[in-house]
């Protein structure tokens, strides 16, 4: 039968078991503490030292022992603030909180030590934990280097300072639930600062809408929630209109901070809307341009807007100088012929070709447009007669600038001079042989003869022993065609010939 117990020892054994109690929950706790990376210090409800870890001593430079019932006035401790200015007592993490008796998160000062000759720099948080009545019980405060971070960030002063890209670095202000309320701007370089017309002292410390007197907190708030909901950076495009601008920005979080960097680009929006205009200024005249030669002939066409603004407008001009340069020669040749000139050719053969020229710049547009859709089918076809056919349309130009135009070509090991190349016993020889876009083959072919004859007539100027002619070969093989054009003029320069296949180069003005 087991002893009862008295009063006193009962009451004696509690205590025991209290004090077992405690030492047990101090164990767990040290022993957590100790194996937290972060330096941690422990204070009472007045801001003295209690308990701390070994990563918090090291940082600090002192014992467990010397740490033990410091208080916050006390000597031992020396903080500097970024700008090198000692961080008053009320400033103290620990303070703040015994004052508000809410937490302080991720304050950066640095930490002076007499031992070392560079201070060492950290991000602070206390956190006070309550009791029953919401009276301070004890406040946790942890200590992370951030000394590494500060030398790469002062090793990027100078850029940040000389940057022409806008930066500028915000701190999150959230309300008594954590939810993030607006932000206050912790620094910003040169660049934004001329953008917002203000000094840095006029807007240090200040939120978003105090800065610009603006709603900017309702504006970018879905931007700064999604970049720190996602934990990465976020580009995006806005018009800011206090400051009158198109921010290209790219933001990025990092603890309670987050920075955006980026550049205005209204001029580019500018340039963008400039060219549109252009581009439909430049329909416009192409159009009535047309309607001019075609006399009755309505145009069908609208231009399809392609993704890079202009390449479509910039690639008919190209196609079009020449026939527009044939159509004015041959216009020119029709009124003197009317006022009585005489010419080799008559005015209805004239008009004729004029004609033609006008009907192969409309199909031209078609060709453009079929060129970018993807509807467009190939055909087979015959390249002698397509290529004879494009030669009429441009022989009375060459005729009236004296160039000969002659054809040799080389079909079923038959090689053979063509002098009535544009007689039908002729194309009757050739089949329809090759699969593929005519009017592509037209456009460079018409290219060629065109740069031929321009450098023929070149030539031709500084020399009058230059023969005018202009020589096509066709070679038509088993698995292969050729067409070579050779002419009697000025050769390609060594500066060109390496961009002679670029989209849309072009030596003449």
């Not at 030398?151 to 850029?159: A, E, F, G, N, T």
Request: with cysteine.
């Amino acid at each position: 039968m087991s002893k009862k117990l008295s009063y006193e020892e009962l009451e004696q054994r509690v205590r025991e078991l209290e004090a077992y109690k405690t030492l047990q929950e101090k164990t767990s706790t040290e022993g957590l503490m100790e194996n937290i990376q972060a330096g941690i210090v422990v204070h009472g409800a007045d801001g003295t030292v209690i308990n701390s870890n070994t990563a918090a001593q090291t940082m600090l430079g002192l014992t467990c022992k010397q740490m033990i019932g410091k208080e916050l006035v006390d000597p031992v401790w020396k903080f500097s603030r970024e700008d090198g200015s000692a961080l008053p007592v009320e400033e103290y993490p620990v303070s703040q909180v015994i004052a508000t008796k809410k937490p302080v998160y991720n304050l950066v000062f640095a930490i002076e030590r007499s031992d070392k000759d560079d201070p060492i720099w950290a991000s602070v948080t206390s956190v006070p934990k309550l009791d029953e009545k919401g009276l301070i019980n004890q406040i946790v405060t942890t200590f992370m280097d951030v000394s590494a971070l500060k030398v790469d960030l002062d090793k990027y002063r100078s850029l940040f300072e000389n940057t022409m890209h806008e930066v500028h670095l915000w701190k999150l202000v959230r309300d008594e639930q954590g939810y993030i309320k607006t932000w206050r701007l912790v620094n910003a370089n040169p660049a934004a600062l001329k953008a917002w017309g203000k000094t840095l002292s006029e807007v240090i410390g200040k939120t978003t809408d105090d800065i610009f007197s603006h709603n900017a907190t309702e504006q970018f708030m879905p931007i700064v929630e999604k970049i720190f909901s996602e934990g990465k950076p976020y580009t995006w495009e806005a018009y800011f209109q206090p400051t009158d601008e198109n921010l290209h920005m790219t933001s990025v979080p990092f603890g309670e901070y987050f920075m955006s960097t980026g550049t205005d680009v209204s001029f580019l929006k500018k340039a963008e809307q400039e060219l549109d205009n252009i581009n439909k200024h430049l329909e416009e005249r192409v159009n009535e341009e047309i309607e001019k030669r075609q006399m009755h002939e309505k145009t069908i066409f609208e231009q399809k807007k392609f993704i890079d603004m202009g390449q479509m407008i910039n690639a008919i001009a190209h196609q079009w100088r020449q026939p527009l340069n044939n159509i004015t020669l041959t216009s020119q040749m029709m009124k003197e012929i009317y006022h009585g000139h005489d010419f080799d050719v008559e005015y209805d053969y004239l008009a004729g070709q004029l004609t033609e020229m006008v009907k192969h710049m409309s199909e031209t547009i078609d060709d453009f447009r079929n060129f970018f859709s993807p509807n467009k089918q190939k055909v087979w076809y015959s390249i002698v007669k397509e290529i004879l056919s494009a030669t009429d349309l441009i022989k009375a130009q060459l005729d009236n600038n004296g160039i000969e135009i002659f054809f040799r070509c080389d079909c079923s090991n038959n090689n053979f001079e063509c002098t009535e190349y544009f007689s039908s016993k002729y194309c009757d020889k050739e089949k329809y042989s090759i699969f593929g876009y005519p009017n592509e083959l037209i456009q460079v072919y018409f290219n060629l003869i065109s740069n031929a004859k321009d450098a023929i007539l070149e030539a031709s100027s500084n020399d009058n022993s230059v023969k005018k002619k202009i020589g096509v070969f066709i070679s038509v093989g088993m698995n292969e065609y050729k067409i070579r054009v050779f002419n009697c003029g000025k050769q390609i320069s060594a500066e060109v010939m390496p961009n002679i296949f670029n989209p849309y180069f072009t030596t003449k003005e």
